[in-house]
């Protein structure tokens, strides 16, 4: 019986780390969309999102299910919860690949990023789908040293964001207020997107080694 | 013992309506600081953050530990469950009003909204500040005209919102680029904080009815 239980807790981790390469793939299409003002590929990342939010409620159900069969206590319940809470900060990072997404859709056929962020929103798109990537890993493995190098990638993230708001706040700046608008907030998806991956690491961690790592604190 | 058990959730529950008043009160003091440029206020919304994430904290315990001494099943586990998310969603929501008071402390002694925008952003932090104090009261009394009411403010948000970005891009518009940006994001900031008090209504909702009520789908 216990066994069939850890099973059943393996298999909602492997579900995680599904869920985790989905918003990564989601993240990457939707950034290279916003480069390219690739309407197809902003579509279909649009799209795409329902299928992670089905993922979501999927898991949640099981999770609950199992919750209510095997009324675990102690570390499995821990487990079990700690699923709830990554399954929701990864379907929030699904829908933060969406935002990106609906702003390449809602500027088609202009391209929503100026040359001079071309460079550090490529750079963003590809830390985030890293970081997702690696957190789907680090909750199957339990690879501490991976969490830690998610938790590097995020501060380079937030790093990249503030140097959006340094380039859009220089003299040499002379983007429409509605191009402003729309780095501002591509930039913030990007952030709250890492902010999400580590708050997953950290639960591993946490499930790991029992001590609770510092808390996220989102630049701006 | 199940009085006892309904005596918990019932206390888990004012805690809940506790913590939205908290949340509340915050984000009325925030957009007090930001439309006032008042220092000493943003501060203290800044520094009383940490007793809403304190609270979480202890809530979430409290919640746990009821699943693992009592293993609730069916409606019982989902209220425990739903309180879990709840207070997620309640610290997030305490976060974003910390985010608007940090905007006014950044900028401080200079004010962050200009004169055109002072009217909607004074509308924007009223309607946040009851959507928080009327998710508290659905809570506690599960009172479902009350949450449609909070489906209605959180809808005069979105329009509050994209209001925002309308000024913004209209061509009488001739802030700087970094009121452009703090714009942004604050307007950002309230949205979201109306977003995370309806997911709380909604949650309460699926309780009261066992139906599911149709996803947030913020807007921007």
Known sequence: MREVFHDELRSLAEQLTQMSGLVSAAMANATQALLEG????????????????????????????????????????????????????????????????????????????????????????DAAARIATAAGTVITTRDLELAAQVERDDDRLDELHKSVFTTMNAPEWSESTERTIDMTLCSRYFERYGDHAVSVVRRVGFLVTGEWMKPVQPVA
Chains 1, 2 share one sequence.
């Open 38 to 125: 690739d309407l197809a590929l902003a579509e279909s990342v649009i799209s795409a999102d329902a299928q992670i939010d089905a993922q979501q409620r999927h898991l949640d159900d099981r999770a609950v299910t199992l919750l209510a069969r095997e009324s675990p206590v102690a570390t499995d319940l821990r487990v079990v919860v700690s699923a709830l809470r990554m399954s929701t900060s990864l379907e929030r990072m699904g829908d933060l690949a969406r935002h990106v997404a609906s702003q390449a859709r809602l500027r088609h056929p202009h391209h929503v990023v100026p040359e001079v962020l071309v460079p550090t929103i490529t750079e963003m798109g």
